[in-house]
């Protein structure tokens, strides 16, 4: 293991592949930041690897810091913490702690010089610098959850954001929950972004672990009760986060209200797949039918809101 803080407050350390311009912000920890207080306490060295995980040096000061971005990794320095600076893939294997947090996908830890990787590729990486007898707590985001379906599309991707579109080996697709590297140990459900509810992932029949936002992977010795919960406190709340193992019912209340907003998300997400598939039909038939005033009505007619529709016929009735 690499001796940490010989010099605090000293430079940060490049590692290879640092990206000289641009900075990234952190992803919302949301309910993680509690969740992750307790392994953060009983570690005696924490590598805490992308911007998001460099967050909780606030709270973990001792930490080593691994970011991408020279401007992200100097403003970590000048507050004391030690930061290695580059690609994820150029991290020497040398560099190891007892817990590893890694939080952020493929784009925001790797840089236009690594090599293409996947979500399950970068836990991969991230696992390499455990100690032995160590922890990793890795966040893997799931391709089903409804934070995501409501995400603004973005056909053309901003070039600096999104360098590595087009690279070979590349792969942000989210994986699936059989597509994991390794068990997750908690599933997480976001509203806007935030993490808003983490639970244990042992009951593997849970429908909400399937569909979740995102999974914390871990070890599975190193998992919670069946029946642990984290909540973030009402909106206007000064309490502070749950965490309730041995609360059946808590858990079931928590969830319970999660699948209620998804039935009301996927009811509005399959309205406008109907919208759509009308339009498309609307679209054949109008291309198969003779240019001219009727494929002007049809199509008028299988696409346009019921008011237009009314509102045409009574002007047509009043000529």
């Given amino acids: 293991m690499s001796e940490h803080h ?13 990206m000289a311009y641009g900075s990234d912000a952190p992803a919302p920890l949301g309910v993680l930041l509690d969740l992750l207080r307790e392994p953060l306490r009983g570690a005696s060295s924490v590598l805490l690897l992308g911007a998001t995980a460099a967050a909780l040096a606030e709270i973990c000061p ?11 990794a100097e403003q970590l320095a000048s507050r004391g913490v030690r930061v290695l600076v580059g690609g994820l893939d150029r991290l020497p294997r040398e560099e190891r702690a007892d817990l590893v947090i890694q939080l952020d996908p493929p784009g925001r830890v790797l840089t236009p010089d690594s090599p293409g990787c996947s979500h399950a590729q970068v836990v991969a990486m991230a696992a390499e610098h455990v100690a032995p007898g160590g922890r990793l707590v890795a966040l893997v985001p799931g391709p089903l959850g409804p934070d995501r379906a409501n995400s603004p599309y973005a056909p053309e991707p901003d070039a600096d954001d999104a360098w590595w579109v087009g690279t070979e080996g590349y792969d942000e697709r989210p994986p699936t929950l059989r597509e994991l590297p390794r068990q997750p140990t908690h599933f997480v459900i976001s509203s806007g972004g ?9 009951p593997a029949a849970d429908p909400l672990v399937e569909v979740a936002d995102a999974w914390l992977l871990g070890d599975a ?9 984290w909540t973030l ?3 206007g709340s000064a309490d502070r986060p749950l965490h ?31 919208q759509q598939l009308r339009r ?3 679209l054949e038939h109008a291309i198969a039918t003779e240019h001219g ?27």
């Fill in 293 to 319: 005033p009727l494929a002007r009505r049809t199509l008028f007619v299988m696409t346009a809101p019921v008011s237009r529709i009314v509102e045409a016929a009574r002007a047509r009735r009043h000529r």
């Fill in 280 to 282: 498309v039909r609307a």
């Fill in 6 to 18: 010989d010099n605090p407050g000293a430079a940060p350390v490049p590692v290879g592949g640092e």
């Fill in 244 to 274: 309730r193992p041995g609360r059946s019912e808590q858990r079931i209340a928590q969830l319970t209200e999660q699948v209620r907003k998804r039935d009301a998300e996927l009811v509005g997400l399959r309205t406008l797949l109907d």
């Fill in 194 to 202: 935030v993490p808003n509810v983490a639970a244990s992932a042992a």
């Fill in 62 to 72: 001792a930490a080593t810091a691994f970011v991408r971005r020279t401007a992200d």
């Fill in 233 to 235: 406190p009402a909106e």
């Fill in 221 to 229: 010795d190193q998992a919670p009760p069946a029946d642990a919960v």
